[in-house]
């Protein structure tokens, strides 16, 4: 905290979700003197809310994007070298039938080609096509009925609240600073950026000056003051069901006309989505409706008709907002998901649009143009190296136990773990973000009542402190609880105090 206050920041990056976690990673790999300050945990936003997919899309390619497919294929490829445990390979299988003129079979073989070639020609696997019979073999409860047979080409597969962490503790173990639960509220400029940042946790507030300031704050930009984006947001679920009801060993593609979904397989659970409709809603509260699950259930039976699903089958759900630059015409899922970078103001900057897979690139660039102002207002700190966020690991000292695409096996280290170096405060922090064991397990409500107990003993929580943490659990409907301040004054360790130590 005090690193953040004492002297000017050479660069304060507003909001914790992939993108602006980047941004702070790379400023700080570069020796600039950064700061983060994020409203409610890191990856609350849109980072835990997404497929999980590290793709260049194919279904980009279809609408004739090359450069944004090429854009995200490399990416795709990098994060797999410096993340391995965040970018497992993941095959796809998209079946075409006699009856879908959106999807024609050919074209899908000359599309997966391309797709390989745009990897620089190293994608994380070759793709083939399949005939109905190897489909079969395959997908066991698909629908037969038309299939023509299918293409299958290879994407990653990552979990996207796990990478944000992690760059986090990348960009912590290079010098920056960060502070979760800290809302950034106005900014005056003089010859610095003079922003008041409320911290939620201490119930104070805060003065940090910064020569440059990044608005990386997704679905909330247009909102933020001095920010100059307009956005058009679009909302997407997912729904987790058992994997035993769709029992997927590799992702299915399933299509309704152009747009696509995945029934993705998880461990022992399948995750199926999903959804894109325009949203005009409170980024904070967005959930998913019953309509929304209603879609997916429906395409998904269409495909798996013996699965018979229904919203009893759902273990859990989540629903997340696209912060797509504005464009008020077209179908949500025709706008294109090329990110944009704009200087409004001097020393200000918005970033805006992007992908979870091209969050690095984005970085790369928003921290080039931030050293591009400071060298040219001679503010530049001596020193400063050139990005080097595509060589350098993102692994953790601990990568397997407590990080992967997996939830790790239930257990107080964990949670011991994620409070002393992972920023977890709340109870929902460790049950939605740094585990995923709230949508994984059917039985996370009681996991959820262990898990307060072990924070508590960590924390050093009172027993009001533990009924308030479990009720505000309770109120996160698809992984969003808009949380308020609990209604005492808490102590928490920011980073300085100690978590008590596990016997
Ligand atoms: C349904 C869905 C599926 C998707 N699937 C994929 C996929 O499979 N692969 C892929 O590559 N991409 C995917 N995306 C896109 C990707 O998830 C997003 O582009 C990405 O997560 C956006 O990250 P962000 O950091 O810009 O925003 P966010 O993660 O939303 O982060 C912004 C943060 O800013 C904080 N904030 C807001 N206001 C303030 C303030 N005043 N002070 C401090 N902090 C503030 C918010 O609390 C939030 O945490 C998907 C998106 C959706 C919606």
Not at 68 to 79: F, H, Y
Not at 152 to 172: C, H, K, P, V, W
Not at 377 to 389: D, E, F, Q
Not at 408 to 415: K, T, W
Request: hydrophobic fraction near 40%.
């Amino acid at each position: 905290m005090g690193s953040l206050t004492r002297s000017p920041l050479d660069l304060l990056v507003i909001g914790g979700g992939i993108v602006g976690s980047g941004i702070v990673r790379d400023a700080a790999m570069r020796g600039l003197k950064v700061g983060l300050v994020e409203q409610h945990d890191f990856a609350f936003g849109t980072s835990s809310r997404s497929s999980r997919l590290l793709h260049g899309g194919l279904r980009y390619l279809a609408q004739g994007r090359v450069g944004l497919v090429r854009q995200a294929s490399v990416e795709k490829t990098i994060l797999h070298r410096i993340a391995p445990h965040l970018a497992e390979p993941l095959p796809f299988v998209f079946p075409t039938y006699s009856c879908d003129p959106d999807w024609a079979l050919w074209q899908l073989k000359i599309g997966v080609k391309i797709y390989d070639l745009l990897c620089n020609g190293r994608n994380l696997g070759t793709s083939t096509w399949l005939s109905p019979e190897e489909v079969r073999e395959r997908v066991p409860n698909l629908d037969l009925a038309g299939l023509n047979g299918a293409v299958r080409y290879y994407d990653g597969f990552t979990n996207d609240a796990r990478l944000t962490i992690d760059t986090l503790r990348s960009a912590e173990r290079s010098g920056a600073g960060l502070l979760n639960y800290c809302r950034y509220e106005g900014a005056t400029r003089s010859n610095l950026w003079e922003c008041a940042v409320r911290d939620r946790v201490c119930d104070r507030d805060l003065n940090l000056r910064a020569r440059t300031v990044v608005n990386a704050t997704g679905a909330w930009a247009d909102g933020l003051p001095h920010s100059a984006v307009k956005l058009r947001l679009t909302k997407g679920i997912h729904l987790v069901i058992d994997g035993s009801r769709i029992p997927v060993r590799e992702t299915v593609v399933m299509t309704e006309r152009k747009r696509i979904l995945f029934a993705i397989p998880w461990g022992e659970r399948t995750i199926l989505g999903t959804t894109d409709t325009d949203y005009s809603g409170d980024p904070d509260t967005v959930t998913a409706d019953a309509s929304d699950v209603k879609y997916v259930l429906r395409i998904t039976n269409r495909f798996f008709p013996h699965a018979r699903l229904c919203s009893q089958d759902v273990i859990s759900a989540w629903a997340g907002l696209r912060p797509l630059v504005a464009n008020p015409n077209g179908q949500p899922s025709d706008i294109s998901r090329a990110h944009e970078i704009r200087n409004p103001e001097p020393g200000w900057w918005d970033v805006t649009g992007g992908k979870l897979t091209t969050y690095r690139l984005i970085a790369e660039q928003a921290v080039d143009r931030v050293v591009r102002w400071l060298r040219k207002s001679n503010a530049i700190p001596k020193g400063i190296l050139s990005c080097r966020t595509a060589e350098e690991s993102l692994l953790p000292a601990d990568p397997e136990e407590y990080s992967g695409v997996l939830p790790p096996a239930f257990h107080r280290r964990a949670v011991q773990h994620y409070c002393a170096n992972e920023w977890a405060l709340h109870l929902e922090d460790v049950m939605l973000r740094r585990s995923s064991w709230h949508y994984y397990h059917p039985d996370a409500a009681r996991k959820a009542v262990q898990v307060t107990d072990w924070m508590g003993e960590l924390l050093g929580w009172s027993q009001a402190r533990r009924a308030a943490e479990l009720e505000s659990y309770h109120g996160v409907k698809d992984g969003h609880a808009a949380r308020e301040p609990l209604p005492f004054a808490v102590s928490h360790p920011r980073n300085d105090q100690p978590v008590a130590s596990v016997v």
